[in-house]
């Protein structure tokens, strides 16, 4: 289940595991599998790049992954100054 996608449409994105093993196409030739164990994960241009039980450890790993590809990120969601809208992150 996605939980948290780029604003910028980079393919960046954290899951939520609520189907281990489930296998999710992407396109006709790139699909996920989700992993067997963990709550969350997080993926990056089509591929898993970390599993965690913790949301704060891959939020984490979200926020640097992003930051690597733009300048104009949210960091963490904190719920005073963030909204959710569609899964993104948008100021209040």
Do not use: C, W
Not at 59 to 82: M, Q
């Amino acid at each position: 289940m996605l939980v948290r996608r780029n604003a910028q449409d980079y393919d960046v994105a954290i899951y939520y595991n609520n189907k281990p093993n489930l296998k999710k196409y992407i396109s006709a030739s790139n699909e996920i599998i989700y992993p067997a164990s963990k709550k969350y994960f997080l993926v990056v241009d089509g591929a898993i790049v970390k599993t965690s039980n913790s949301f704060e450890t891959i939020e984490k790993e979200y926020v640097k992954k992003v930051a690597e590809k733009t300048d104009d990120g949210f960091g963490r969601f904190d719920i005073v100054k963030h909204k959710l809208v569609e899964n993104k992150v948008q100021l209040r």
